[in-house]
């Protein structure tokens, strides 16, 4: 299965042209931060902060681009994994072979994941600019390319549920395409939201009239924090990248509460990164997915 | 010796519409089984219940001894299908399209090339090897659904219409090709709504209307059990009238005419409805003799499985 889809995929112009654009996209967002190093505004005077800074740059902004084409490209590829078999008439046919529902679910999710990873691994050369400057950490590449595999997956996942759950392939696109969007840019919105709104009910729920805040009350707090910051790739790349920066260990985050906290005299609370919560989070959420769309196609027709 | 193909009490049920009602029915190893009917009267809702796509509302039917509903793995191993629709990926070979349905049936990659080599052969497809399917006309795409069919060498074909939409040379091929496959030992059951077709090459034949069966049996048998105006086409050299005019007399013959199209010289065809029996229908050819009519050719047309579908159905849907 994995290798018709992958012969279906790259035979013909469309993903030459698709590797291209991103590839061409990708330069020249990174050009445009490593010009001012190779134009001579930063080369003469050797400031190596400045230069970490640079390199640091462009290595978020490569993932950045990374994490947009991923979100764009996974839902449009497997969106019609499955709904596109019915749509050629070709889904009863594979039925009536001995190929079960999981071998079709997971030949069209690696087929995908196996096109995704190969965005991610060309784009390495270029982003290796950023190595030449310096300023990037291993935990930071690791990290992030646990991000970006873990949202290739999940992306990979909700289109491959829907398409499960669809005859067509349009209402599967349509709605891969919302919840992707809803994920990257919806929940960031919506915590923005949340924040607004929620702030002067937070203070008067939680706050005295000194406006100091019941430890259990912050806990409680800083816990929906951490879920709303770890739902989101962006925001908890963000976090994390913040925490590094903060020197923090990239494994726990220690968020201050009040001094009179219920912890043994403990003033912050330990949680781990919001990029661990979110790649076991979305690695989860891909593996119920998954498991749904399995039993999906494996449903009889009655 | 057990049936193949048995099915028992099948019925299935859309909502209030029920389109298979207490099926009951058996093929025999080696049976070219036609399943004929009229539009609606259930023939793909039990075929697809026999490819274990879709699920009985009661009853059950086994393949081998291999329960539909208990064992469709144990089903699918035994059966090749080929649906009413013609379903194949545009975006590939033709050799890529039956190594990839040979993976789906967990056939070792060593044993590919050559299978797939037999397969082209058989449908007379290895010349369009390396062309994409979409490149076929639609009768080859037919062929390789048949070809496609036979990658783990199944022992029953379980095909849906498989001569429908196609042209008269596609026809004869596929129908070649069935006759092929039986003689190769392969038991099929096909629906279809071309009668002429089954009436050619079938060993037995059900005829579905309105989710039952009313009638099954081989030719002959459909012929006894259910007796009717046999028809026979009379071709001869001259005097087309006076031989209307005697066959008129003869014993069993209700009706005679001259048909359409005699425009060939020294050729006059002419046709008759017959209720008798064998004997008095040779008598009938012996008369002709007799009368010194040259006849060319004295055949039954077959249009008799017709007479035979009109006379056992009642035009009812479910």
Redesign the interface.
């Known amino acids: ?1 994995v ?2 889809e992958l ?2 995929r790259m ?2 112009g469309r993903a030459f042209v698709v590797l291209t654009v991103y590839l061409i996209v990708l330069s020249c967002g990174i050009g445009l931060v490593f010009l001012p190093v190779t134009s001579g505004s930063l080369a003469p005077g050797y400031d190596l902060a400045m230069r970490q800074y640079v390199g640091k740059g462009i290595f978020g902004l490569a993932v950045l681009i990374q994490f947009i084409t991923i979100s764009f490209i996974a839902p449009g590829i497997t969106a019609g994994a499955i709904a596109s078999e019915r749509e ?12 079960t529902a999981r071998e079709l679910v997971q030949g069209k999710l690696l087929a995908a994941l196996s096109f995704l990873l190969l965005l991610l691994l060309a784009a390495f050369p270029i982003q290796s600019l950023a190595f030449l400057l310096g300023g990037v950490e291993k935990e930071e590449i690791v990290i992030a390319a646990l991000m970006l595999i873990t949202t290739s997956v999940a992306l990979s996942a909700v289109g491959v549920f829907f398409s499960s759950l669809f005859k067509r392939t349009l209402p599967s696109t349509v709605l891969a395409y919302a919840v992707s969007f809803f994920t990257v840019a919806g929940l960031p919105m919506l915590l923005m939201l949340l924040i607004t709104i929620a702030s002067p009910l937070v203070a008067l729920l939680f706050m005295d009239t000194s406006g100091d805040m019941s430890p259990v009350a912050a806990v409680f707090l800083v816990g929906i924090a951490w879920l709303l910051v770890s739902s989101n790739p962006l925001i908890a790349a963000v976090t994390t990248e913040a925490m590094l920066i903060d020197g923090q260990s990239p494994w726990v985050y220690r968020v201050p509460i009040p001094s009179s906290a219920p912890f043994g005299g403990v003033t912050d609370l330990p949680v781990p990164a919001p990029w661990i919560a979110y790649v076991a989070g979305y690695l989860l959420l891909s593996l119920v997915l998954i498991w749904a769309s399995i039993r999906l196609v494996r449903r ?3 | 010796m057990s049936p193949l193909v048995e099915i028992r009490d099948l019925s299935k049920s859309y909502g209030e519409l029920a389109a298979v009602k207490q099926l009951n029915l058996s093929v025999e190893q080696g049976d070219l089984f036609g399943f004929i009917g009229p539009n609606g009267a259930g023939k793909t809702s039990t075929i ?1 219940m026999l ?5 009985p509302t009661s009853g059950d039917a086994w393949v081998a001894g291999h329960s539909v509903r208990q064992d ?2 144990g089903v ?2 035994l ?1 090749g ?1 080929m ?1 009413d ?8 070979k033709v050799w ?1 399209y039956l190594d ?2 040979a ?4 056939i070792p990659m060593s044993g590919r090339p050559r299978l797939i080599g037999d397969l082209l052969e058989l449908v007379e497809l290895d010349h369009r090897r390396e062309d994409d399917v979409d490149k076929l006309s639609r009768g080859m795409k037919q062929r390789l659904s048949l070809a ?1 069919t036979l990658v ?1 060498d199944p022992q029953v074909l379980i095909l849906d219409e498989p001569a429908s939409g196609l042209d008269p040379r596609a026809r004869v091929e596929i129908r070649a090709l069935l006759v092929e496959l039986s003689r190769m030992g392969k038991t099929i059951f096909f629906s279809t709504q071309i009668l002429s077709d089954v009436a050619e090459i079938c060993t037995r034949i059900g005829i579905l209307e309105a989710g039952q069966i009313v009638t099954t049996g081989s030719l002959e048998e459909l012929r006894s059990h259910h007796p009717s105006q046999r028809r026979f086409e009379v071709i001869l050299m001259e005097r087309g009238e006076e031989a209307i005019q005697h066959l008129r007399t003869l014993k069993g013959v209700t009706e005679a005419q001259l048909t359409a199209g005699n425009h060939v010289p020294g050729r006059v065809h002419l046709e008759f409805r017959f209720a008798g029996d064998d004997r008095e229908l040779s008598d009938v050819l012996a008369s002709l003799h007799q009368q010194g009519l040259r006849v060319l050719r004295f055949h039954e047309t077959s249009r008799d499985l017709e007479d035979v579908f009109l006379r056992v159905t009642k035009g009812l849907v479910t």
Not at chain 1, 88 to 99: E, G, V
């Open positions: 299965m290798l018709k012969r279906g035979r013909g050629h008439q070709t889904f009863d046919i594979l039925r009536t072979t001995l190929l009889p027709e009655v | 697809r490819a274990t796509l879709l699920r469709p793995r699918r191993r059966i299908y649906p629709f013609f379903g194949v990926y545009d975006d590939m890529e990839f349905f993976a789906c049936y967990k496609r783990h």
